[in-house]
């Protein structure tokens, strides 16, 4: 059998409000879980554990340190660096918070010029039909001029919340296996 990978540092980013809490909670309850007892070392804000990922182990490390409103400046760079890859959220009834994303992954590209750091754009809240305020479309025509992946989730809903884990798993695979 495969040995465990090290640990993934994966970052949450994004405007408050956004959904990052609810993330790290689906993360750190995960019935999806390999051991049945959840999280080796977790707190609020970081969570450790090992998820299977196409029949693979892999242990990530999630951070949810991100404070847009009351974090330094040198504060949030430091975040810019201490990241693996990068699930960048919005909320699909905020534009600001999508702007915002924007901005965001242009501070990321600054702080990760060369490397290819996975990043996957995350339009999240898609089960506020009616309050909707970006299209599926606006997203992936953003995501693709960024260079990045993307999808919509929905942390309310547990809709597409463990395929993003899972995806960022993945192109953290395939760089480390184009070393
Ligand atoms: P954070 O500031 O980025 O950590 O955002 P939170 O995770 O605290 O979420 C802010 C609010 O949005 C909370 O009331 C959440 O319950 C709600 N929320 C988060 N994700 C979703 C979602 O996918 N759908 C809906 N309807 N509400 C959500």
Request: aromatic share 8%; proline share 3%.
């Amino acid at each position: 059998a495969a040995e465990p990978e090290s640990p993934y540092r994966v970052v949450l980013l994004g405007a408050s409000g956004v959904g990052k809490t609810a993330f790290t909670s689906i993360f750190a309850g995960a019935a999806d879980s390999m051991d049945s007892d959840d999280c080796e070392l977790c707190g609020d804000e970081v969570c450790e554990k090992v998820i299977e990922v196409d029949g693979e182990p892999a242990t990530i490390t999630l951070l949810d340190t991100w404070d847009a409103e009351t974090d330094s400046e040198w504060a949030q760079e430091l975040h810019m660096q201490t990241g693996d890859a990068y699930l960048l959220l919005y909320s699909v009834t905020d534009r600001a918070s999508f702007l915002r994303a924007s901005e965001l992954r242009i501070t990321l590209r600054r702080f990760r010029p060369a490397q290819h750091t996975p990043i996957i754009l995350v339009g999240n809240k898609c089960d506020l039909v009616r309050r909707r305020e970006v299209s599926v479309s606006e997203g992936r025509a953003c995501a693709a001029v960024f260079d990045c992946k993307f999808i919509e989730t929905s942390a309310a809903m547990q809709h597409n919340v463990w395929e993003a884990f899972h995806g960022i798993v993945r192109q953290l695979r395939l760089r480390r296996d184009s070393k």
